[in-house]
């Protein structure tokens, strides 16, 4: 055999291997894209918990603070309180961060739900 028919045939080979591993890496991603797609649609359809009060109620003029006093809060159905005698407070033009870990729920406060 000579060489360029060789390498021809390694080229042909190498080709019709790397089709066979896109297919098959196809019927790896196509049913992952399918659940997060399903995960995401249930995102979107979900209705929306907050309800808009009847009657509203107006604020006090002048400046407005926050103050927690011996606050502490409880996933529904969980065994233990995720925050427990949470004492702050914040006067007006004060600002207040909330810090910690990744996945440790700061983007979704207790009190959105």
Known sequence: MEIGSLLTFLAYATQILMSFMMLYMLFIVIP???????RINEVLDAENQL??????????KGPAEL??????????????????G??????????????GGNGSGQASPPWST
């Open 86 to 99: 949470i004492n702050f407070k914040v006067n007006a033009g004060q600002t207040l961060a909330l810090i």
């Open 32 to 38: 992952r894209a399918s659940v997060s797609a399903k």
């Open 51 to 60: 309800q808009d009060p009847v009657k509203s109620v107006s604020m006090p």
């Open 67 to 84: 103050e927690f006093d011996q606050v502490s809060f409880r996933y529904a159905g969980a065994e233990e309180a995720a925050l427990e």
